[in-house]
């Protein structure tokens, strides 16, 4: 089945009394961000999505795929699962090296050119992280931030899912600026659930959770869409500064005075 758009319908909060936001559509392309404070219900929403809830959740909530409900005993074909999650806490339990870990993967996906598609991944993948990611390094051995961005690519590129989903990628200090420039040249849907500024901003369309429930749709207007074209700027100073810490330089007040003048121009 070809997914078009999504919909979701609202249910309710924790304490049960209905949502503000009674529904909204997800189409390809979008890219939408999900934020509201710790423990109000982003991830419980992220989550309704990739279960296509039919009221059958805490939340109450139905997921429509092209304006149908799906049916309970509705399952995917695994390897055409329209969904990828990539989740707060992933660990890979597997000790291939990445090499084949992603040549499975695309074997299974059924990919023509298994060599291109896997180079493509890490490239994709080493853009996000600061430390390279190897073919022939364990799964388990890779870092937070490399086990995040090599998942995001391989949901991006061989996963060819429609859907992706991911939850607080800032935390795991891959480039999110970065990623989402990449992810825009994707004809895909991505959820962002996110603390960040930045992220929210340079998505579509932001919902706004409190106690569980979804409270408003907020569309990023052109003000909002010049606030982060400046917060990029920031962004990029404090990765900048990132960068010469974790090569183990120093910042002199000639390097923080060079970094900060290209906010005042
Ligand atoms: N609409 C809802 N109805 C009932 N329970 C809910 C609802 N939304 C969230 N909860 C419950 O509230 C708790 C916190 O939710 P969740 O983990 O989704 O928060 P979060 O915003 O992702 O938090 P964090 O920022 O810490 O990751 C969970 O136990 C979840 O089951
Ligand atoms: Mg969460």
Same mark, same amino acid.
Do not use: W
């Given at each position: 089945?070809?997914?078009?758009?999504?919909?979701?319908?609202?249910?309710?909060?924790?304490?049960?009394?209905?949502?503000?936001?009674?529904?909204?559509?997800?189409?390809?392309?979008?890219?939408?961000?999900?934020?509201?404070? +710790?423990?109000?219900?982003?991830? +419980?929403?992220?989550?309704?999505?990739?279960?296509?809830?039919?009221?059958?959740?805490?939340? /109450?909530?139905?997921? !429509?795929?092209?304006?149908?409900?799906? %049916?309970?005993?509705?399952?995917?074909?695994? *390897?055409?699962? %329209?969904?990828a999650m990539i989740s707060q806490?992933t660990? #890979?339990? *597997?000790? @291939?090296?990445?090499? $084949? #870990? !992603?040549?499975?993967?695309?074997?299974?996906?059924?990919?023509?050119?298994?060599?291109?598609?896997?180079?493509?991944?890490?490239?994709? =993948?080493?853009?996000?992280?600061?430390?390279?990611?190897?073919?022939?390094?364990? &799964? +388990?051995?890779? *870092?937070? /931030?490399?086990t995040r961005s090599l998942l995001i690519?391989d949901a991006v590129?061989?996963?060819?899912?429609?859907?992706i989903l991911l939850d607080e990628i800032?935390?795991a200090?891959?480039?999110?600026?970065? =990623?989402?420039? !990449?992810?825009?040249?994707? $004809?895909?849907?991505?959820?962002f659930v996110?603390?960040?500024?930045?992220?929210? !901003?340079?998505?579509? #369309?932001?919902?706004?959770?409190?106690?569980?429930? &979804?409270?408003?749709?907020?569309?990023?207007?052109?003000?909002?869409?010049? =606030?982060? +074209?400046?917060?990029?700027?920031?962004?990029?100073?404090?990765?900048?500064?990132?960068?010469?810490?974790?090569?183990?330089?120093?910042?002199?007040?000639?390097?923080?005075?060079?970094?900060?003048?290209? @906010?005042?121009?």
């Amino acid at each position: 089945m070809e997914i078009r758009k999504i919909t979701i319908i609202g249910g309710n909060g924790k304490d049960g009394s209905k949502e503000a936001v009674e529904r909204f559509d997800l189409k390809m392309g979008d890219i939408v961000s999900i934020v509201g404070p +710790t423990g109000c219900g982003k991830t +419980t929403l992220i989550n309704d999505i990739e279960l296509f809830a039919n009221r059958n959740t805490p939340s /109450g909530r139905q997921v !429509l795929i092209n304006d149908e409900a799906v %049916p309970e005993d509705f399952s995917f074909d695994p *390897s055409k699962h %329209p969904i990828a999650m990539i989740s707060q806490h992933t660990n #890979f339990l *597997s000790d @291939l090296p990445v090499g $084949e #870990f !992603l040549t499975i993967h695309a074997t299974v996906r059924g990919a023509e050119n298994i060599d291109k598609i896997l180079q493509e991944t890490l490239d994709f =993948a080493n853009k996000l992280t600061g430390e390279a990611i190897i073919k022939e390094t364990a &799964m +388990t051995e890779l *870092s937070g /931030g490399q086990t995040r961005s090599l998942l995001i690519a391989d949901a991006v590129v061989i996963g060819n899912s429609p859907i992706i989903l991911l939850d607080e990628i800032e935390n795991a200090g891959i480039d999110r600026t970065k =990623a989402l420039e !990449l992810l825009k040249g994707y $004809e895909k849907i991505f959820v962002f659930v996110t603390h960040d500024p930045c992220i929210a !901003l340079l998505s579509d #369309f932001r919902i706004v959770l409190k106690n569980g429930a &979804m409270q408003r749709l907020i569309t990023t207007g052109q003000e909002e869409k010049s =606030a982060a +074209t400046e917060m990029k700027k920031m962004d990029d100073i404090m990765l900048s500064f990132r960068s010469i810490i974790r090569a183990g330089d120093e910042i002199s007040e000639d390097i923080l005075n060079e970094k900060m003048s290209v @906010l005042t121009c």
